[in-house]
């Protein structure tokens, strides 16, 4: 009933923000499934330094949306990709046909929202290649010819904050233009692995805690808030949890 009250009030553009406060009452699920109901996002606070974080500095992408219904969309390209998988998002996911079907409901960003979607690929020819190959689809074929040089084409989809038919912008991802990757991409490739380790990490092979604690202080880059600081500070507890189990 709830969740049915909170999107007949999105419908008439009202979204909902959730925070939680205090300590050892988290219900991440719940609130989760109320914010994307509501269009909005949620956020614990547990601390002076979470709240000034939440209500100070990221309020301006909580209160002012600049797109609605954004759907990204990315086809690898079988001839430079032989496997791929998303990390995380799993309750995110679309069926292919709702990408470009206006009426189903997707996420919203706010101003200064950055969003990022990170990807595992192996590419052709690969040791790592975990899969067996399929019988009636050789390895490497593109998918169509002259396309050799893309690793993979991206969709995106989106309205605007009024609302109204999306907007869609398309771009091929060209392997020569893939440049080196940066501070920012490498600590964000840290947190990945970190939330990999905490799910078991199945499929991070022989990277550990060891390795998480090493990349992320070597690309903490700048910091003025000591939040990347506080990330190798939990990547060292989880790490000692870990071995005194």
Known sequence: QLLTMIEAQRKRGIALTVLGFGRDNLNERLM?????????????????QEASKILARQVKSTLMIIAKDVKVQIEFNPA???????IGYENRLLKREDFSNDKVDAGDIGAGH???????ITPVGSKAQRIEPLRYQANGIPAKPGNT???????????????????????PIVSSNIKQADTDFRFA????????????????????WDDVITLARANRGVDPHGE?????????????LAISK
């Open 228 to 240: 990347r600081a506080e990330f190798v500070s939990l990547a060292e507890l989880a790490k000692n």
């Open 32 to 48: 989760e499934q109320l914010a994307d109901a509501g269009d909005g996002n949620y956020a614990y606070i547990d601390s002076a």
């Open 149 to 171: 040089e893309e690793m993979a084409f991206l969709r995106l989809r989106y309205k605007d904050p009024t609302g109204g038919a999306s907007r869609l912008i398309e771009q």
């Open 189 to 208: 490739t840290a947190v990945a692995a970190f939330g990999q380790l905490l799910r078991d990490g199945h499929y991070l092979g022989n990277f550990n």
């Open 80 to 86: 430079q990709v032989a496997e791929y998988r998303l």
């Open 114 to 120: 950055t969003v990022t979607a990170f990807y595992e």
